[in-house]
């Protein structure tokens, strides 16, 4: 079932590109304090099996102009996450986590261009695992590294790459790609 769904995803990614070449338009050169909305749909790969997840993720996140300097990060993120953890891959089973997660991000330019920019992103929060007779909280490690293609001043797409870390669970990779909406 995988292997229907790759060539998919590749010819939406390609199509994202392409756009995002066609259409961009530079980013600022020194952008100042913005608000972010974001909403990223991905997939996580299980272990053991590589077996594919659904993971979703919405949030918001103020950047803040005077700490554009600073090595460890500019902007502050809040965000929840609903990864499905059942037997039906991207659809809703009872087995889940449900994770709240403070953030700090770092955005940082790619030298030759102005329309895509890189970032990283270090979260920790809460995940509450259900599914189970009753709700076990654990907690929560993101580490995130991505790219975002930017449309304009206000419309963006991100990519990103995520190692995840739930105490007493096994470490596991999530793939997303998601749209941003900042003011």
């Not at 330019?109 to 709700?135: A, E, M």
């Not at 990519?159 to 669970?169: A, D, F, G, P």
Request: hydrophobic share 40%; no cysteine.
């Amino acid at each position: 079932m995988l292997d229907d769904v790759i060539p998919t995803i590749r010819i939406v990614f390609l199509a994202f590109i392409a756009g995002a070449v066609a259409f961009g338009q530079t980013t600022p050169e020194d952008a100042g304090t913005s608000n972010d909305l974001f909403v990223m749909f991905g997939s996580d790969l299980v272990r053991p099996g590589l077996l594919p997840r659904a993971n979703y993720n919405i949030g918001l996140g103020h950047t803040f102009k005077f700490l554009k300097k600073d090595p460890i990060g500019d902007e502050i993120t809040f965000a929840y996450t609903y990864e499905n953890a059942g037997s039906h891959g991207f659809l809703h089973t009872d087995f889940g986590s449900h994770t709240e997660a403070l953030g700090l991000m770092k955005n940082f330019g790619i030298p030759g261009t102005k329309r895509v920019t890189g970032y990283t992103w270090i979260q920790g929060g809460i995940t509450s695992l259900t599914g189970n007779p009753f709700v076990q909280n654990r907690y929560y490690d993101g580490e995130s590294l991505g790219a975002i293609i930017h449309f304009n001043d206000h419309h963006s797409i991100w990519i990103q790459e995520t190692y995840n870390k739930i105490v007493s669970l096994p470490w596991y990779t999530t793939a997303s790609i998601g749209y941003t909406r900042s003011w």
